[in-house]
């Protein structure tokens, strides 16, 4: 179970990446927060966002057009 | 802001337009790489000015935009040049983006700019232009600063991503 989980279904750029920043000050460092989304777009900038601010993207996944991405805190 | 030091990039950005469009280029580039840890300074100007006033009343000019394609009824609509010239025809596109930002799930301009203010981005307005179209401080939101081309140009040379929008 992640430690903040943030929905941003229905949402479009680059509103996922602007809530998923906002909830992460919440993480505990280590701790893990996960993020729904339906922006097709969100898995490259998911990816971006993680590789540019050192965070950890444990997990990219979709299914049925929900988009799921679960990031450690390690910057 | 402890990641906006760790990574200590930054960028500017010179906003120069004031249209409900050409408003969310700065504003989504901006607030991302705030949230990427980038310290960002954003620089209004000529028509961006606007953009700063505490009401929006943000619009579509097709005049301009002559590549614009509005999606109609599962076809595009095209907006040539010509058709800006008939009253009502600016107000019925504007209108159309609006819903069409709301259906889509896009951010407004609104919503971008309070997370501008909230992730601390640097927002200037230019001094010459509150003066040259007669704009007074207290029609801006607050939290702005007033600068000129030399507080830009000092902005500019350390950053390491200069935009003009």
New interface residues.
Partial sequence: MADVTVDAK??????P??R??KALKDVPAGGTMEVLAT?PGSAADFEA?CR???NTLVENSVDDGVYRYLIKNT? | MS?AL??AKSMSIIVTKGTLDWAYPPF?LG??AA???VNVSMFFTFYGLTLLKKDLDLKISTLGNPAMQMPMMGMHMAMPNVVSMIPGVDRAATTMMKNLIKK????SIEDLRE?AVESDIEMIACQMTMDLFEFEKGEMIDGIKLGGAATYMENALKSDINLYI
């Fill in positions: 229905g949402l479009n750029c680059p509103l990446i602007l998923a920043k922006d966002f540019t601010t050192g910057a | 990641d760790e990574n989504i607030t991302t949230a990427m840890g889509k799930g896009v951010a997370a």
